[in-house]
């Protein structure tokens, strides 16, 4: 039995069902469904009848809340006590890919931290590959990554904000004025390319062997301004997420048949439920993706 099974079930039954229960503690529906039926297969009694799509409690299941509710209530006294005394700002430590934290590290400085003297943020810049053994050896306690990227098993994630990765030129590439480009059309092209271990990378390398184009890579870096310096100053292009580029960087989006849609994703290790800074950052990320 873990603890946190006892806490999906008990804020299923003070939400009145699981949908309002995963958004309280931001986790998948699935998340808590699943931890339900392993409670009650520890248990060897339903803890709900299932009438409908709605959970209704049944009477162990209501007796068992009795119970539980009031010692997850002081388990939490505790934590607070315990870290009341231990003094000092709490640690927080959070990982991301270069691309997305070109946007999204501003906001987390520039509004989170200041909110939350009592929080020491450390951010650190990866892969997505190396962000998933972070998370997964405890040396990350948050991590914000692509949703549809192979390296999230062993992670509970939810969902943050949907954008796409565009192809961008400057304004002297021959493909800027360009109304719509396939992306055979980028075949002897010079392309400026992300490093291995990010998402894109595995996405366009594969588009490449399925178009049988062979990709002319001139240069390869995490840099994401070096990127953009290089390409707005040369006949070079690249793939970037939209909300990387600035009016200022005096980048060109060309239409492309390959523009991938993703779901930038907030996660962590399955069975270590964010709390404390933790979970107020995943809130303060929710809310600003939806804004």
């Given at each position: ?21 995963a ?26 009848r ?42 927080l ?74 192809l ?25 390319l ?34 953009k ?39 962590w ?8 800074g ?14």
């Amino acid at each position: 039995m873990r603890l946190n099974q006892l806490e999906y079930f008990v804020k299923t039954v003070e939400c009145g069902g699981a949908n309002a229960a995963a958004r309280e503690l931001s986790v998948s529906q699935p998340a808590i469904s699943a931890a339900i039926r392993e409670l009650e297969e520890e248990l060897g009694v339903p803890l709900f009848r299932r009438v409908r799509q709605q959970l209704i409690l049944t009477e162990e299941g209501a007796a068992f809340y009795r119970r539980v509710g009031p010692l997850l209530i002081q388990l939490q006294v505790a934590v607070h006590q315990v870290q009341a005394m231990a003094g000092g700002p709490q640690a927080l430590r959070l990982c991301l890919p270069p691309m997305i934290g070109m946007f999204m590290a501003p906001l987390i400085l520039g509004e989170f931290v200041p909110a939350h003297p009592d929080l020491h943020l450390t951010i650190s810049e990866a892969g997505t590959d190396s962000i998933q053994k972070m998370l997964l050896d405890g040396t990350a306690d948050l991590g914000i990554m692509i949703g549809q990227s192979p390296y999230n098993v062993g992670l509970e994630a939810v969902p943050l904000r949907e954008t796409r990765y565009a192809l961008f030129v400057g304004r002297q590439s021959p493909l800027a004025g360009r109304r719509l480009i396939s992306f055979r059309d980028l075949a002897g092209e010079p392309l400026v390319l992300f490093d291995q271990g990010l998402y894109i990378n595995a996405l366009l390398h594969r588009q490449f062997r399925q178009e049988r184009v062979r990709p002319n890579i001139v240069l390869q870096t995490n840099q994401i301004n070096t990127i953009k310096d290089f390409v707005g100053h040369s006949v070079v292009s690249t793939f970037l997420i939209r909300e990387v580029v600035k009016d200022a960087d005096q980048l060109i989006e060309v239409p492309t048949d390959f523009s991938p849609p993703i779901t930038i994703i907030a996660a962590w290790k399955k069975g270590r439920r964010p709390v404390g800074g933790a979970l107020q950052l995943l809130r303060f990320l929710q809310k600003t993706g939806r804004d």
